[in-house]
């Protein structure tokens, strides 16, 4: 698993002591350990951190990582096999902590015990293992990801969806699933929302439209309006997926010419910090195809008693 590089984990240098690995991993501990930090993941990451130090603490399990690596090393037990196997605790804790593997009081100091933290001793008895069975979780959770197209209209106003989905199964076939998801109000391309029943991530994109297109929380879109709604300006309505908008148009728009709608694109979601984008609306002056008597005499008329020429010749 090339992906984990446990020098990093501890942040420190592929050269670094014994010395220097157990202070940077002193140092780490105590703003991961969740007693002080509770934000989300600190607990999962301090665990991360407990197995790497497990092994880089240890000079025979060092050199074993620096030489195979964690996927490639002699003897490797399959994570699964290696739990199912267990039957608790027995000698063979007391002859793994004899050969360099977990003790509780290795990884604890001054006012922050290890003993504190919801780890399964198992987990370091062969750290080795630990990343092993996280990279399987990993490659499962990717496994079983499927994408979900969902309109801007379920973005601006959030929605509950009650649809079939088609989910992978371990054996590269699909099984189809009803479920019931709930689209958060501000949901984006790329947010990822993770179901229990099934258990699956839903990683969502926006539909392709024509008339709209989303950069972060922007949206753009193209406004059409009437030669005199452009000559005169006034106020114009239109559809947006968040429901009917009215904008000003000021008096010789022309096409081209771009709207800035504050706070009327995508909005923030609920309890996050932030302001929702805004909407550009570039305008677009449509001429009818087909004029009635009247409105053909009004135009002859203009263009006899106006003096605008837009070619300036």
């Not at 062969?126 to 990343?131: A, I, L, Q, S, V």
Request: charged share 30%; proline share 6%; net charge positive.
């Amino acid at each position: 698993m090339d992906g984990e590089d446990l020098y990093k984990i501890l942040g420190v240098a592929r050269t670094a002591s014994k010395d220097e690995i157990q202070a940077a991993y002193k140092k780490m501990a105590r703003k991961l350990h969740p007693d002080v930090n509770k934000s989300p993941g600190a607990e999962d990451s301090f665990k991360q951190l407990a197995a790497a130090y497990a092994i880089l603490k240890d000079p025979e399990q060092r050199k074993r990582y620096d030489t195979y690596g964690l996927n490639s090393r002699p003897g490797a037990s399959k994570a699964s096999g290696d739990r199912g196997r267990r039957s608790g605790p027995s000698t063979k804790s007391t002859r793994s902590t004899r050969q360099g593997g977990f003790r509780p009081a290795d990884f604890g100091f001054g006012d922050i015990r290890f003993e504190d933290i919801n780890i399964d001793a198992d987990d370091l008895r062969n750290p080795f293992d630990f990343f092993l069975r996280r990279e399987e979780r990993k490659r499962r959770t990717k496994e079983r990801e499927v994408n979900l197209k969902i309109s801007l209209k379920h973005a601006y106003l959030g929605t509950t969806l009650n649809m079939l989905l088609d989910l992978p199964t371990e054996l590269g076939l699909t099984e189809t699933k009803r479920i019931r998801i709930k689209i958060p109000k501000g949901a984006k391309t790329g947010d990822r929302l993770k179901l229990k029943d099934p258990d699956c991530t839903v990683v969502l994109a926006f539909e392709e439209h024509d008339q709209w297109h989303v950069e972060g929380r922007d949206v753009h879109t193209t406004l059409d309006i009437t030669p005199w709604e452009g000559a005169l300006g006034g106020k114009v309505t239109f559809i947006t997926p968040g429901g009917p908008l009215t904008v000003k148009v000021p008096a010789g728009a022309s096409s081209g010419q771009k709207l800035r709608l504050r706070g009327k694109g995508l909005p923030q979601k609920p309890g996050r910090e932030g302001s929702p984008g805004d909407m550009y609306a570039t305008l677009r002056v449509v001429v009818p195809r087909s004029l009635s008597d009247e409105e053909r005499q009004l135009f002859e008329k203009l263009s006899e008693v106006s003096a605008f020429n837009p070619r300036g010749t």
